[in-house]
């Protein structure tokens, strides 16, 4: 079969840095499926993507679509003709629609019973012809934020699209996009190589592109930005550091082609601020990368890294510089300005800011989750809570400063400063800041145990609000990020080892709601549960855990992450040993034999069980009913499957030796009780009959 290589760019306006990741991944995986799906197999893909320009290559693609046989089904042999032998309007409508006549149809079967079908041979399309169709849905479809219209308004894409290269087997494919026909030429750097760059196939796109000052692979440019830092903190000669914020990094690599860096200074009254607030005035507006000395001190220096390489940089220098220094004037003027009013003085200020229009002001959410954090702390760290009731009274005091309002990624970070500066304790001000973590997926958790009881409180007070009024994230729509604090709750509960249920907590935050619920409170409660629960179920999969093992688990501890995880790993561990199979089977026997009798507690005498086998599954019930206690308390999880694994031949045994249906009713209840009392055994770990034994 003759394959070719195939070679796409879509050259655009600048793309926002913070696109690219969701778009080129995006892309590959569609190509993938519908290539897959159009029976067109090759042998690689790559995907690249700069900041005027997405691209993929395919190499080894089958240029035709293998011919194939299908059968199609139409009506039933019994609606096809009538009781002469002749086809009805069925059969002849059937025929006619396929294209063939009644005499070319043939008889299937099926497990309804036979049908009338046709076999037909399919030619396949070439891969131009799929292409054609193929690579402009794709386009459409990816999956960015925002879209924009140009021109007339006619077409609309994530930014101006100026360019389309579309080459397949080394000649032009044709393609339409956004107005835009198909050819073979690209264009380089914007300054440094505007003019037009023919590309014929995969092989030499990203070395012709670098021949014209454009890196198109991601990692490259990545590279490329960490040389250049490194380089020029070597030209300083001196103990200076780069921060190095791997995040900053992936973002400005996706905003240049050809990164270039320099070094720039500012004034050394600045340093008065602290380092948090000129990192992030550099960071977060201007894309600079602060500069420490020896010691881990700011110093009053940093790395811009610029998309072209000027014939004197030093101008390139003093244009970073100046820009700097009017935000850092901005900041330093917040800050000077905050320091003449005490954090503690700003609390009344919260009742003027709006949390949300459905939920009250910032100043009542506070009450509600220091009501929630002091119960917390009364069942975990009843020695903190002093602390935890003053780092709640001042957790949220900062949001009215003037660098939080400039710098909103700084909230609790100033909190903590103004605190320290104010003479409060040091545990206090580092609770302030920890109650927001953790901030983002993979990020920091509190290290303290006041900051983890005041992030948990403010996070369980934000989700079952906005639960209680009807703000539930429903697809891939959250836009209070009411999934990434649920897992923060639950990282935070497995870091501190906290063994307690969230059903109690979960009531007493919409206890403290109020009048401010519009929902009925059983509906909140059970819809926040099974949020929780969800959460939790991805966090346990994400631990290698099966997907029944799971289930299995949240059944009966869902409410509890640390006891579901704890019991989750311990039961897959289990799963993977011979024998497995038939435990889980002789729990399943059990449970179904109490389905079938009714639930029965142990309230009848022990003389009743008689037998040699039901007194033998009784004393080792017994027996493994005291030692539980002992694995519950250690959370030994593992070893208490080992010792329920044990109950496996006098469960068997009983069930060879014993009828439980016995005439003597009361024996017959006696018995169903010993095999509840079993089944609760089972049921401190998992339930059972949910694990999959196939």
């Known amino acids: 079969m003759t394959r070719a290589d195939f070679i796409l760019e879509l050259g655009v306006e600048e793309i926002p840095a913070t696109y690219f990741g969701p778009a080129i991944s995006y892309m590959k995986e569609r190509i993938h499926r519908d290539l897959k799906a159009a029976g067109l197999t090759y042998d690689r893909v790559m995907v690249w993507g700069g900041p005027r320009r997405l691209a993929m290559g395919l190499w080894g693609l089958l240029l035709k679509q293998p011919d194939v046989e299908e059968e199609i089904t139409g009506p039933p042999l019994s609606a096809a003709f009538d009781a002469n032998g002749n086809p009805t309007k069925a059969a002849m409508g059937f025929a006619k629609g396929q294209g063939v006549p009644v005499g070319d149809l043939i008889t299937q079967n099926t497990p309804k019973g036979p049908y009338l079908a046709v076999r037909k041979s399919v030619k396949g399309r070439s891969a131009a012809e799929v292409l054609g169709e193929l690579i402009p849905a794709v386009l459409e479809s990816l999956p960015f934020p ?47 190589h505007p003019g037009p760059v023919v590309i014929t196939n995969p092989d030499e796109y990203p070395s012709r592109l670098a021949e014209t000052h454009v890196l198109v692979d991601f990692d490259a440019r990545r590279e490329m930005v960490k040389k250049e830092l490194a380089r020029v903190i070597e030209e300083t000669n001196s103990d200076l550091k780069v921060s190095l914020d791997e995040a900053l990094v992936d973002e400005v690599a996706n905003l240049l082609e050809e990164p270039c860096a320099v070094l720039g200074h500012y004034d050394s009254q600045f340093l008065e601020l602290p380092l948090a607030v000129a990192s992030t005035a550099m960071k977060e507006h201007q894309r600079y990368f602060p500069i420490t000395d020896g010691k881990g001190r700011q110093a009053p220096y940093f ?12 101008v390139v220098k003093k244009g970073h510089e100046r820009v700097l220094r009017a935000r850092l004037d901005d900041a330093r003027f917040y800050y000077l300005e905050d320091r003449k009013v005490r954090l503690a003085d700003r609390g009344e200020t919260l009742k003027e800011v709006v949390f949300h229009h459905l939920l009250g002001t910032s100043w009542e959410k506070v009450q509600r989750f220091k009501a929630l954090a002091l119960e917390l702390s009364n069942q975990n760290c009843p020695e903190l809570r002093e602390i935890i009731s003053r780092a709640a009274d001042l957790c949220k005091n900062d949001l009215v400063t003037g660098v939080v309002g400039e710098f909103p990624s700084l909230q609790g970070i100033m909190g903590q400063e103004y605190a320290l500066a104010d003479g409060e304790l040091a545990e206090v001000a ?77 009531d007493r935050a919409i206890t403290n709601l109020g009048a401010v619920a519009k929902r009925p409170a059983k509906e909140i409660k059970t819809e926040t549960l099974d949020f929780f629960r969800a959460r939790l179920k991805s966090h346990i999969l994400s631990l290698g855990v099966s997907a029944d093992g799971a ?43 109490i389905k079938k009798f009714g639930t029965k507690e142990n309230l009848v005498k022990g003389d009743l069980l008689s037998l040699e086998a039901e007194k033998n599954l009784s004393t080792a019930v017994s027996v493994l009913e005291e030692e539980s206690k002992e694995y519950l308390e250690s959370r030994d999880y593992s070893g208490l499957l080992d010792r329920i694994a044990t109950l496996r031949g006098p469960v068997d045994a009983f069930f060879d030796d014993v009828l439980v249906d016995d005439p003597d009713p009361e024996i017959k209840n006696a018995r169903v009780a010993l095999l509840n009392r079993t089944s609760r055994l089972f049921e401190l770990i998992a339930d059972f009959s949910r694990v999959s034994t196939t």
């Not at 219209?149 to 956004?178: C, K, M, N």
């Not at 299995?552 to 019991?567: D, E, K, Q, T």
């Open 430 to 506: 580092e609770a302030i800041r920890e109650h927001y973590l953790p901030i983002r997926s993979g990020g920091e958790i509190p290290t303290s145990m006041a900051g983890a009881i005041l992030s948990i409180a403010d996070k369980l007070d934000t989700i079952v609000s906005c639960f209680s009024v009807g703000l539930i994230p429903t697809g891939a729509t959250d836009p209070f990020a009411l999934r990434r604090q649920a897992l923060g709750i639950i990282l935070i509960m497995l870091d501190r080892n906290f063994n307690w249920s969230l059903e109690p907590y979960i």
């Open 551 to 593: 289930e299995a688990i949240l059944g009966l501890y869902g409410n509890n992450p640390l006891a579901a995880v704890g019991r989750a790993t311990a039961l897959e561990a289990l799963k993977k040993r011979d024998g497995f199979r038939d435990l889980a089977q002789t729990f399943k026997r059990v449970v179904n034999i």
């Open 303 to 314: 790395i811009a890294v610029n998309n072209t390489r000027a014939k004197d940089m030093n």
């Open 146 to 192: 925002k879209v924009m219209r140009w021109g007339d308004g006619t077409y609309q894409f994530v930014r101006p699209v100026h360019w389309l290269l579309a080459v397949l087997d080394s000649e032009i494919l044709p393609l339409a996009f956004a107005g835009l026909k198909s050819g073979k030429v690209s264009f380089g750097h914007r300054f440094l």
